[in-house]
């Protein structure tokens, strides 16, 4: 790897775009980086200002994620208190053991308003395609729309994010949104009066303002969201029992088919069979997928299964579970064996697997 390249990669990683191989591409080549013979480009930079930015952080990372390998990790679940040091190789349960499974191995896809489907690698670069006067760009791990107006030919594409997957783009109007695993946004090439996308899964948002086109996403849940140019969290998965809109800046409407609310910066929104408002909530816990962590805190042993399920890509079976909660945050780039050791140490939860189909075998 050139260093040219390592920086392209760094700043995918500065994103938090990047996965479990190519964080090990990082952390290989800074290893190797003062003995590299290299010529230093200076269209990169300072070269002792790079490293001063790149490497700590890297470091910090590599140090985070051997420490997690080692599974050292911090739990309270009910009134216990447990630590946690087991070598975090093998998970071995009712006499099987867990495989290596990391997280991705699938590619999102970007599905054009031709019905025609682009695969989405995270290092490609260029153009993807052209539709009418816009160009879909992707460079590394995010697209972009850009073009000249077309109110009068609405046209949709589709980007659904498989099971350990996650990705990035920047709507023509400059709104930013990370989509996370199991997810699909469908969204016009080019927006006219309104501004509406559809969102099946989690995303965050940040919305360009542009106070003469609100901006509105529908969701499987039954909620609307309506925006001016603001910052939020939307978790609307099918398989969750509520849908819930996570402010951070700005304002945003609520509404279901009865009733409507107004969000404050730091408020949550939810519908079940009713729409309901809480003024606290944990935003480190509500982008944790973003910003590359599991994070949970009070979380309910089947709402743990139900993340791993989406990113390691993995079935889970179960007849019953314990009433237990969880507290603890997790890199997503570790194997699956070592949540699942996690899991297993606090008692009342033991695991079989066949191929990519998690079975608790033992919850009481």
Same mark, same amino acid.
């Given at each position: 790897?050139?260093?040219?390249?390592?920086?392209?990669?760094?700043?995918?990683?500065?994103?938090?775009?990047?996965?479990?191989?190519?964080?090990?591409?990082?952390?290989?080549?800074?290893?190797?980086?003062?003995?590299?013979?290299?010529?230093?480009?200076?269209?990169?930079?300072?070269?002792?200002?790079?490293?001063?930015?790149?490497?700590?952080?890297?470091?910090?990372?590599?140090?985070?994620?051997?420490?997690?390998?080692?599974?050292?990790?911090?739990?309270?679940?009910?009134?216990?208190?447990?630590?946690?040091?087991?070598?975090?190789?093998?998970?071995?349960?009712?006499?099987?053991?867990?495989?290596?499974?990391?997280?991705?191995?699938?590619?999102?896809?970007?599905?054009?308003?031709?019905?025609?489907?682009?695969?989405?690698?995270?290092?490609?670069?260029?153009?993807?395609?052209?539709?009418?006067?816009?160009?879909?760009?992707?460079?590394?791990?995010?697209?972009?729309?850009?073009?000249?107006?077309?109110?009068?030919?609405?046209?949709?594409?589709?980007?659904?994010?498989?099971?350990?997957?996650?990705?990035?783009?920047?709507?023509?109007?400059?709104?930013?949104?990370?989509?996370?695993?199991?997810?699909?946004?469908?969204?016009?090439?080019?927006?006219?009066?309104?501004?509406?996308?559809?969102?099946?899964?989690?995303?965050?948002?940040?919305?360009?303002?542009?106070?003469?086109?609100?901006?509105?996403?529908?969701?499987?849940?039954?909620?609307?969201?309506?925006?001016?140019?603001?910052?939020?969290?939307?978790?609307?998965?099918?398989?969750?029992?509520?849908?819930?809109?996570?402010?951070?800046?700005?304002?945003?409407?609520?509404?279901?088919?009865?009733?409507?609310?107004?969000?404050?910066?730091?408020?949550?929104?939810?519908?079940?069979?009713?729409?309901?408002?809480?003024?606290?909530?944990?935003?480190? $816990?509500?982008? /944790?997928?973003?910003?590359?962590?599991?994070?949970?805190? &009070?979380?309910? @042993?089947? +709402? !743990? #299964?139900?993340? =791993?399920?989406?990113?390691?890509?993995?079935?889970?079976?179960?007849? $019953?579970?314990? /009433?237990?909660?969880?507290?603890?945050?997790?890199?997503? &780039?570790?194997? @699956?064996? +070592? !949540? #699942?050791?996690? =899991?297993?140490?606090?008692?009342?939860?033991?695991?079989?697997?066949?191929?990519?189909?998690?079975?608790?075998?033992?919850?009481?």
């Amino acid at each position: 790897m050139t260093r040219e390249e390592y920086l392209k990669l760094y700043e995918k990683y500065d994103a938090g775009l990047c996965n479990s191989e190519e964080l090990e591409l990082l952390h290989a080549y800074q290893d190797d980086f003062e003995l590299l013979n290299l010529p230093w480009n200076p269209a990169m930079g300072e070269e002792s200002v790079i490293k001063a930015r790149s490497f700590p952080r890297i470091q910090k990372t590599r140090i985070f994620s051997i420490l997690s390998a080692a599974a050292a990790i911090l739990l309270l679940i009910g009134t216990g208190l447990f630590y946690f040091l087991h070598p975090a190789k093998e998970v071995k349960t009712t006499g099987m053991s867990i495989p290596h499974i990391l997280p991705g191995g699938t590619q999102p896809t970007l599905t054009l308003s031709d019905g025609s489907v682009v695969t989405l690698d995270s290092l490609q670069n260029g153009t993807l395609a052209k539709q009418g006067n816009t160009t879909i760009t992707s460079h590394h791990g995010q697209l972009t729309y850009e073009g000249a107006d077309e109110k009068n030919n609405i046209v949709y594409n589709t980007i659904n994010i498989p099971k350990g997957g996650q990705y990035a783009l920047v709507l023509s109007d400059g709104t930013k949104v990370w989509i996370n695993a199991a997810s699909t946004l469908r969204f016009p090439v080019r927006f006219g009066n309104e501004r509406i996308v559809e969102l099946t899964g989690e995303a965050y948002f940040e919305v360009a303002q542009q106070p003469a086109h609100p901006f509105k996403v529908i969701t499987g849940h039954k909620m609307n969201i309506d925006v001016l140019g603001t910052h939020f969290n939307v978790n609307a998965y099918a398989n969750e029992p509520k849908g819930i809109v996570s402010l951070m800046e700005g304002s945003v409407k609520v509404s279901d088919a009865q009733h409507t609310c107004i969000l404050k910066p730091g408020q949550q929104a939810w519908s079940d069979n009713d729409l309901r408002v809480a003024d606290e909530m944990d935003e480190e $816990q509500v982008l /944790a997928w973003k910003n590359g962590q599991f994070q949970f805190a &009070n979380t309910s @042993l089947e +709402q !743990v #299964l139900r993340q =791993l399920e989406r990113w390691y890509n993995i079935e889970v079976s179960y007849n $019953q579970l314990p /009433a237990k909660h969880f507290y603890g945050t997790i890199p997503r &780039n570790v194997e @699956l064996a +070592q !949540v #699942l050791n996690m =899991l297993t140490v606090t008692g009342g939860v033991t695991f079989s697997m066949e191929g990519h189909k998690l079975t608790v075998t033992n919850g009481k």
